[in-house]
């Protein structure tokens, strides 16, 4: 059949463009990622549509963690990625964390069920965390998608983590974080 073609072109591309992000070629993998999404229409009679919100779960995780990078990585501070976010955790370059947003939305709202094995729970939880790097959390999440704060709370005393890794000189970054 005609979309055989099309259908290869996505599998590739949807595989490199994971690879690639989890190298941390990020913008590679999002150029792969956003070429794969395109042929989505073509081919989405032809694939499952767990392949479909896979596509479209990867294509945010990409932008998610090219956000990470300007930010975390790059911008590192000692509230840099540490839950919650806040402070100087908050991403100041926000096109990243604004692009995972819109793609993280869509596989929840194309999702038409709850699968114990699907895209729709790590999607809804990294929606939450990219507003939260957009310090939008919760009052601009979507109040079906929101995760509320008291899931992180305990009633035992727990002290906030403190980053000293760049004080004393240990701040490195690399695929292994820092």
Known sequence: PAYWGALSRWQVLLELGIAEVRLGREQAGIDHLLAAYRLLPEIRPHILETKVDQTIFELGVGYMRQGETQNCALQHNAESCIFPLRGGGIHTLREASAKAVQYFTEVLENSSRETQ??????????????????????????????????????????????????????????????
């Open 117 to 178: 094995y699907g895209y729709k729970y790590p999607a809804r939880w990294l929606l939450n965390i990219a507003y939260m790097t957009l310090d939008q959390h919760p009052d601009q999440v979507p109040e079906r998608y929101r995760i509320p704060w008291s899931i992180s709370e305990s009633q035992a005393p727990f002290p906030r983590f403190h980053n000293i890794a760049m004080k004393v000189g240990l701040g490195a970054f690399n695929l292994a974080g820092g």
